[in-house]
């Protein structure tokens, strides 16, 4: 007797590796196993937050599957993802390189199998952003290699600088930027190559991109031209150490809330969410003047989108946190901390979306460096003490005045 989907459900495993090959295949049999029964029931267990995880993960990926086989629009996408620091990841795992996830290749895999037999044409732009470990070079030889190489551009953002015309035209070389300035020419050249729809996501391996019917469902079935996925949904597959943050995260996030107030008033709340679809007619806005080259670049395209007064979609999805080599470690949380902060007053101020002015300008004024964030971050101002979410960003409940203050104080304790 075959067994239900309730007993696959259970018996299936509770983790899920990102370096482990066999982990990834063992995803792929899952779904296999489950791609006969009702895909209600599928995803209605795999909501379940009770439902182990990799099962959890296979009903997402069963689901964009189930959508990219029937779509019956013809499409070109391009996969764009930015890599600085990538040098172990993009390899395979092995005694002497326990964090490989041999991400270009799972990447390619994970979109050849979800686009076999469809409508929908694909390439991957996996660009270099500066990285001194030759990130580019790994990658290269990577694609060389692969079956699917005519698939797969690897591009080199100091080759393309400096440039006389946007996007990239403010960005005086690869190191001034931090994530953006890549994602910025890797959408510039997929636009180029005639792609319908853009996906940008990170360079490891936390989304599964097969998933990416998701994404497009919104699009095709109702016409938006952006959606974003959104790992703060009930029903979204969550597995991060929030545990890195201390307890003045609270604060950041307080003050991030008002000066974004445009964009944390429509719900967007996972705004730095690595797993987006944008259309072309909107990313060729977006590249027109783009106001920042670094991590906060999700904001700057955002506020675009919001200023464009377009509407758009939020849909769950499912994320592991690779943390290991993650590079708000390798370089310092409140090193990203700072630029998430002053990347959005750019972003605000340059789409012209309506903030929070006197948040903003505490922000530019008093947080000199990240430096000043690591003051904060242990520590939290009383009047946030039992705030919950969703009062973040309320001025009322701690004000701009007061939270300079609170900053001040903090950095003459020192």
Avoid at 135 to 147: L, N, Q, T, Y
Wanted: glycine letters at 6%; charged letters at 25%; a negative charge.
């Amino acid at each position: 007797m075959n067994p239900s989907l309730n007993e696959i459900c259970q018996s299936s495993k509770q983790s899920f590796d990102l370096t482990s090959a066999a982990d990834q295949d063992y995803l792929y049999n899952l779904i296999n196993r489950i791609s006969d029964f009702p895909l209600t029931e599928i995803i209605k267990i795999g909501n379940d937050t009770n439902s182990p995880l990799a099962f959890r993960i296979a009903a997402k990926i069963t689901d964009s599957k189930d959508y990219v086989s029937s779509c019956q629009h013809r499409l070109k996408i391009g996969v764009v993802f930015a890599m600085w620091g990538e040098q172990n990841r993009l390899l395979k795992k092995t005694k002497s390189n326990p964090n490989g996830e041999d991400l270009l290749n799972v990447k390619v895999d994970q979109l050849a199998w979800l686009f076999k037999d469809s409508k929908i044409d694909w390439e991957i732009y996996a660009v270099d952003d500066g990285c001194p470990h030759g990130s580019g070079d790994i990658a290269e030889s990577i694609r060389k290699k692969s079956k699917y190489a005519d698939q797969i551009q690897v591009l080199f953002l100091q080759k393309h600088l400096p440039a006389d015309k946007p996007p990239l035209q403010n960005l005086a070389s690869a190191n001034d930027s931090r994530k953006g300035g890549a994602i910025l020419l890797g959408c510039e050249k997929a636009l180029e190559d005639g792609v319908d729809l853009i996906i940008y996501t990170d360079a490891d391996n936390s989304v599964h991109l097969s998933q990416i019917g998701l994404l497009l469902k919104p699009h095709v079935e109702k016409g938006y031209k952006v959606v974003l996925g959104n790992r703060k949904d009930p029903n979204a597959v969550l597995v991060k150490q929030e545990n890195r943050w201390g307890i003045g995260i609270k604060a950041l996030r307080h003050m991030q809330r008002m000066i974004g107030v445009s964009i944390f008033s429509l719900g967007i709340l996972d705004s730095q969410a690595a797993f987006k679809l944008y259309h072309k007619d909107i990313l060729s806005e977006i590249l027109k003047n783009p106001s920042v080259y670094d991590f906060s670049f999700d904001s700057d395209w955002i506020a675009c989108v919001i200023a464009m007064k377009e509407e758009f979609a939020k849909v769950p999805f499912a994320f592991i946190d690779s943390f290991a080599e993650s590079a708000s470690i390798v370089q310092g949380p409140m090193t990203t901390w700072e630029t998430l902060l002053k990347g959005l007053v750019k972003a605000v101020r340059a789409r012209k979306i309506p903030h929070n002015e006197e948040m903003a300008t505490v922000v530019m004024e008093n947080i000199k460096s990240h430096h000043d964030l690591d003051l904060l971050i242990n520590d939290l101002p009383k009047e946030l003490l039992n705030a919950d979410d969703k009062d973040l960003g309320n001025p009322e409940i701690m004000s701009p005045k007061a939270m300079e203050d609170w900053i001040n104080s903090m950095k003459s304790n020192q």
